[in-house]
Nanobody, 122 residues
């Protein structure tokens, strides 16, 4: 099973973008889906996570108030709505899944997607 992330692209500062993530097959029964990002030369950073059953969401400090994570249980998909994008949001965005571990640590997520590049120009 793989996670397939898409929706990245080149946008200008202040624009919006929506990322999507869905698995290629069945995944964990009780799980958490998260978005991380990694900019060139920087460590991977937690962006947001959502409980696929509860719908509870948590955000990283740098995106609070601008990004919204949501999920569609029927499609087993998660989305990341990114508004008011800034140059510092430029990164490869990764979708990840963990089995019922409520964590912002990338090491707790065993299943990852290939990443989608978001580039924000000024």
């Amino acid at each position: 099973v793989q996670l397939q992330a898409c929706g990245g692209g080149l946008v200008q500062a202040g624009d919006s973008l929506r990322l999507s993530c869905a698995p290629s097959g069945p995944t964990f029964g009780s799980y958490v889906r998260a978005w991380f990002r990694q900019a060139p030369g920087k460590e991977r950073e937690f962006v947001a996570r959502v409980g696929m059953n509860s719908g509870r969401a948590v955000y990283g400090d740098s995106v609070k108030g601008r990004f919204t994570i949501s999920r569609d249980k029927a499609k087993n998909a998660v989305y990341l709505q990114m508004n008011s994008l800034k140059r510092e949001d430029t990164a490869v965005y990764y979708c990840a899944e963990g089995n019922n571990i409520w964590s912002g640590d990338a090491r707790d997520y065993p299943l990852w997607g290939q990443g989608t590049l978001v580039t924000v120009s000024s």
